[in-house]
């Protein structure tokens, strides 16, 4: 073929391409689209959040954590924090913290018990100590002391924190586990109704304490 008919030939060909080409034939629109990127899904309501787990341990102990509590994300110095239920008609729900220290540390029994007593004032000026209810138990060979009192909680962290952070209507249960690497502290408080219902959820973890 001769240079000569290059223009012609190509010129037809362009006309047949356009005439073959309909409305029809048209890509949707959708297809051309580019892909929209996925939201950020929601935070989940309380509702939603799923339950504690079914075990917790440290330092050679471990125990069964209630199906009803609600474990936290971690925080400095605990080994696990669980919100229990709320009592009907209250607008706070419980907290369970529970810290280790290490072999060893974390202070006597006795001072870990004066101190817990000293977060709470009582209505009449007396020391909480000589209101407070304390116990000592055996769990599965493990000495454990057991501590109940009730007041206005002092809920700043820190012995020597600002009183900045009262709350009347308050109570605590508190039990430490003298385990074979050290004390490891279950440190129960909330509104006193609340503390109250969950008592036996509490004292059925307590309960559960095993050695490794």
């Given at each position: 073929?001769?240079?000569?008919?290059?223009?012609?030939?190509?010129?037809?060909?362009?006309?047949?391409?356009?005439?073959?080409?309909?409305?029809?034939?048209?890509?949707?629109?959708?297809?051309?689209?580019?892909?929209?990127?996925?939201?950020?899904?929601?935070?989940?309501?309380?509702?939603?959040?799923?339950?504690?787990?079914?075990?917790?341990?440290?330092?050679?102990?471990?125990?069964?954590v209630p199906e009803a509590w609600v474990a936290q994300p971690q925080r400095p110095m605990r080994v696990a924090t669980y919100y229990t239920e709320t009592a009907e008609?209250?607008?706070?729900?419980?907290?369970?913290?529970?810290?280790?220290?290490?072999?060893?540390?974390?202070?006597?029994?006795?001072?870990?018990?004066d101190r817990w007593f000293q977060q709470f004032d009582q209505e009449d000026g007396r020391p909480s100590s000589e209101v407070a209810e304390r116990e000592t138990m055996?769990?599965?060979?493990?000495?454990?002391?057991?501590?109940?009192?009730?007041?206005?909680?002092?809920?700043?962290?820190?012995?020597?924190?600002?009183?900045?952070?009262?709350?009347?209507?308050?109570?605590?249960?508190?039990?430490?586990?003298?385990?074979?690497?050290?004390?490891?502290?279950?440190?129960?408080?909330?509104?006193?109704?609340?503390?109250?219902?969950?008592?036996?959820?509490?004292?059925?973890?307590?309960?559960?304490?095993?050695?490794?």
């Open positions: 073929m001769t240079p000569r008919l290059y223009g012609p030939l190509l010129i037809s060909l362009l006309a047949m391409a356009l005439m073959a080409c309909s409305p029809d034939q048209t890509p949707e629109t959708d297809e051309l689209a580019d892909p929209v990127a996925p939201t950020q899904a929601p935070r989940p309501t309380a509702e939603q959040v799923p339950p504690a787990a079914a075990e917790g341990a440290v330092a050679g102990l471990s125990w069964s008609g209250g607008s706070d729900p419980g907290e369970v913290a529970v810290f280790y220290f290490g072999p060893g540390e974390g202070g006597t029994v006795e001072a870990n018990v055996d769990v599965d060979g493990i000495p454990v002391t057991l501590v109940r009192v009730s007041g206005t909680y002092n809920a700043a962290a820190g012995p020597m924190a600002p009183r900045a952070d009262l709350r009347p209507g308050y109570r605590l249960i508190g039990a430490i586990a003298e385990g074979p690497q050290g004390a490891v502290f279950f440190k129960f408080t909330g509104p006193e109704a609340t503390v109250e219902q969950e008592e036996s959820r509490f004292m059925s973890m307590v309960e559960s304490i095993r050695k490794l």
